[in-house]
């Protein structure tokens, strides 16, 4: 059943988001994940990486708090799925290194299968935007 207006719409306990500020700093980045790949790359975000995040200190937490993943709703031209995380707004100093973000996690062992995971899943280098918030 979807969302209904008028109910109650449950989140985790988390802290409201924070968007950038004029000046801030915003990064996006796509993921170009292979069409047979889309489901281990969404189990590795949403199963090993995010749920990881509670292994970090609260300054490393603060990375997923103020990033968001958008999924795709339709193949690319050429059959890839471009997968968009916004970090709204980048945290100075921030650790944004899913490998080095997995040790921290996992320890190396388990970190170097997550990341075979997720690079796996790629279907190639996809990009990578530096934007500045505007005033509007």
Avoid: C
Avoid at 28 to 40: F, S
């Amino acid at each position: 059943m979807g969302f209904m207006p008028g109910q109650a719409h449950s989140q985790s306990k988390q802290p409201p988001r924070i968007s950038a500020a004029p000046g801030d700093s915003v990064w996006v980045i796509v993921n170009y994940v292979k069409a047979d790949k889309r489901a281990q790359y969404e189990r590795f975000v949403h199963e090993i990486f995010w749920p990881g995040a509670n292994k970090l200190s609260k300054d490393e937490q603060k990375v997923f708090r103020q990033t968001r993943i958008l999924h795709p709703t339709a193949a690319e031209p050429d059959g890839t799925y471009a997968y968009f995380f916004i970090m709204d707004p980048v945290i100075r100093k921030g650790n944004y290194d899913i490998e080095n973000l997995l040790v921290k996690m996992f320890g190396e062992t388990t970190a170097r299968e997550h990341f075979k995971l997720f690079t796996d899943a790629l279907a190639n280098d996809g990009k990578q935007y530096q934007l500045v918030q505007s005033r509007h």
